[in-house]
Every structure is written in structure tokens, then in C-alpha cells.
């Protein structure tokens, strides 16, 4: 049975960091896609960062993140990280961990065969 187990989240003033954790289980976590994605209130449900967990990890960023988060994974604890710096009130959201079905093709949710049940960052002005 797969689990995806997000843990990290909370409330920081603009210009704080977070660090969010995703403990997998039940499946092989090397060479697949891990993902973030986050679901503002009354948003869409949007990709943030997604990493393939073989060798060094090819990364993806939105660009609305890109310079300020960092995915990566740790492959002996089959999980896979978020480091947000420079959280602005923009990031605030639910914030859920996925297994995806490939890396290539963009941020589609159809990708997702998995999902985490999320953790809240909120980020206040």
C-alpha cells in the first residue's frame, strides 16, 4: 500500500524558510518521480517542484519558485525534501507530496498516481 507522509509545515512571516519532508512507503522510491505540489484557497491545485530520485535527481521547478526552493531526496530514507526560502505570502497553501507517473510532460495532476494527505504553510506579511 503506498504512503506518502508529509510532515514540515506551519506559519512564517515573508522572508522566512521552511524545510517539508515526505516519508514514502510501499513501493520502490528509486527511479520514480516525486513531486510537490500546492492548492491555494478557492486555486487550483499547482505544481511546484518535482524531482526523478536516480543518481544525482534531475530537478523541475515552477517558475514562480525557482531560485527561492530546492527539492531533493534521500533515497536511503525514501524521502524526498522541499527547502522554501524567501516564502513570500504568495506560497501560502496546502502543500501535498505525489508520486507521478513520469517526469517529462509538465505539471499535469493526471500525472499523479499518488498523493500525500498535505501539510498547511502560511506565510503572513
Known amino acids: 500500500q503506498v504512503q506518502l507522509v508529509e510532515s514540515g509545515g506551519g506559519s512564517v512571516q515573508a522572508g522566512g524558510s521552511l524545510r517539508l519532508s515526505c516519508a514514502a512507503s510501499?513501493?520502490?522510491?528509486?527511479?520514480?518521480?516525486m513531486g510537490w505540489f500546492r492548492q491555494a484557497p478557492g486555486k487550483e491545485r499547482e505544481g511546484v517542484a518535482r524531482i526523478y530520485t536516480a543518481g544525482n535527481g534531475i530537478t523541475y521547478y515552477a517558475d514562480s519558485v525557482k531560485g527561492r526552493f530546492t527539492i531533493s531526496q534521500d533515497n536511503a530514507k525514501n524521502t524526498v525534501y522541499l527547502q522554501m526560502n524567501a516564502l513570500n505570502p504568495e506560497d501560502t497553501g496546502m502543500y501535498y507530496c505525489?508520486?507521478?507517473?513520469?517526469?517529462?510532460?509538465?505539471?499535469?495532476?493526471?500525472?499523479?498516481?499518488?498523493w500525500g494527505q498535505g501539510t498547511q504553510v502560511t506565510v503572513s506579511s
Open positions: 510501499g513501493f520502490t522510491f528509486s527511479f520514480k518521480c
Open positions: 505525489a508520486r507521478l507517473s513520469a517526469c517529462v510532460g509538465g505539471w499535469s495532476t493526471q500525472l499523479v498516481g499518488n
